[in-house]
Every structure is written in structure tokens, then in C-alpha cells.
């Protein structure tokens, strides 16, 4: 079965599914593997991986572990 048949199999099964609550399973699993963007490299991003990434940055910025723009600037002006 190639990947487009396979793709209408699944949505077929859904279409027949009658509790919400596997549709909500579902969709989980979906969120968990959708692209939600790319990496400055042009790897793709996850939502999970993408949400672990922000999580960092935001501690990384309540340790004070970042460099503000004019600093950013002032850097540049030597490259």
C-alpha cells in the first residue's frame, strides 16, 4: 500500500469513528508529530519540539543568560 492509499484508509477510519474521545487521541498524536517550522539549519520543528525549545530559551532568560540588541549590534560591528 502506498502512502496514498494509505493516507485515504486512515481518513475513511476516522470518518467512521463515533466517540469524541478517540477523535481527541488522535488529534494528540497529530500535534505531537505536525511541523510547525524549521531550525536556522532547515531541520524540521515538531510542536513538542518546538515547545521544548521555547522552554529552554525562557530559562535561558530568566538566568539572565542572554545578550540584549544593542549588545547583538555592538558584536556584529566586529564580524
Request: no cysteine.
Amino acid at each position: 500500500m502506498n502512502i496514498q492509499a494509505a493516507k485515504l484508509d486512515i481518513v475513511q477510519k476516522i470518518l467512521a469513528v463515533k466517540k469524541e474521545s478517540i477523535i481527541e487521541k488522535i488529534n494528540k498524536i497529530l500535534d505531537k508529530e505536525m511541523i510547525v517550522g524549521y531550525t536556522v539549519d532547515g531541520k524540521p520543528l515538531t510542536k513538542e519540539a518546538y515547545n521544548k525549545r521555547l522552554k529552554k530559551a525562557e530559562e535561558q532568560i530568566q538566568s539572565g543568560e542572554f545578550l540584549t540588541q544593542e549588545e547583538i549590534e555592538k558584536e556584529s560591528e566586529n564580524w
